[in-house]
């Protein structure tokens, strides 16, 4: 499983940079989840939404599945008025429940130890 | 000898695709390996694309063709091993195989098929 924690300002040089490591990764860790984090990220224009789109779907082509998660309210707003279908991509509203539904994907589970 | 193997895997058919992949042969894997299918009974099919560092429209509509026949013959198409650039420009293109079945290593894929 691999997270990509995005933070600061995606414009599409970044983005791009950010997809071409993460899909290297998912091969090279053999990873069947990636974790696409922007809650650090404040805005979103249309290109760099298409190209978070087109990540997700990459990764699945490779064999991986990707979850996107903490979109803003605002990005969220802005990604529907752009028009932007994010239909066959897993979305999560926080990284927590990202994580938990990938651990839920590789049937796994966390649990306190020793709890009595 | 067919242009593309095809090793028959416990009931998995294991198609490896070479790095010189003309139309001729994709039109030519497509007859067979249906044909193959039904010969031996197969439950799935796995087409490794691994050593592929382009996959052109018309490929990825035999791909797709492949596994919808392949379905009706009961046996499940896995597409395995594409590459990041591969599935970067594929998705760029909009050709995103919906409904098509992937997994990263061989290893992964014949699990998926268990």
Do not use: N, W
Request: hydrophobic share 50%; glycine share 6%; charged share 20%.
């Amino acid at each position: 499983m691999l997270a990509i924690p995005l933070i600061g300002t995606l414009d599409s040089m970044r983005s791009q940079v950010a997809t071409e490591s993460l899909l290297q990764t998912i091969v090279t860790h053999q990873a069947r989840v990636a974790i696409l984090d922007i809650t650090g990220v404040e805005t979103v224009d249309t290109m760099v939404a298409q190209h978070l789109l087109k990540t997700a779907q990459a990764a699945r082509l490779m064999g991986a599945e990707c979850v996107i998660s903490g979109i803003r309210p605002q990005i969220a707003t802005t990604m529907v008025q752009l028009g932007i279908d994010l239909d066959d991509v897993v979305t999560k509203a926080r990284l927590a429940s990202a994580f938990e539904y990938a651990l839920g994907l590789l049937g796994l589970t966390v649990s306190a130890v020793g709890s009595r | 000898m067919p242009a593309v193997p095809i090793a028959d895997l416990d009931g998995v058919l294991l198609v490896t695709v070479g790095e010189e992949l003309q139309d001729r042969t994709v039109a030519e894997l497509q007859r067979e390996l249906t044909e193959r299918v039904v010969d031996t009974g197969a439950r799935g099919v796995l087409i490794d694309i691994s050593v592929l560092d382009v996959v052109d429209s018309y490929l990825a509509r035999a791909l797709h063709e492949i596994a919808a026949a392949t379905a009706l013959l009961a046996a499940r198409t896995v597409l395995v091993g594409m590459r990041p650039a591969v599935a970067f420009t594929l998705a760029e293109l909009g050709l995103t195989l919906p409904g098509m079945s992937t997994a990263l290593s061989v290893r992964e894929g014949m699990a998926a098929l268990r």
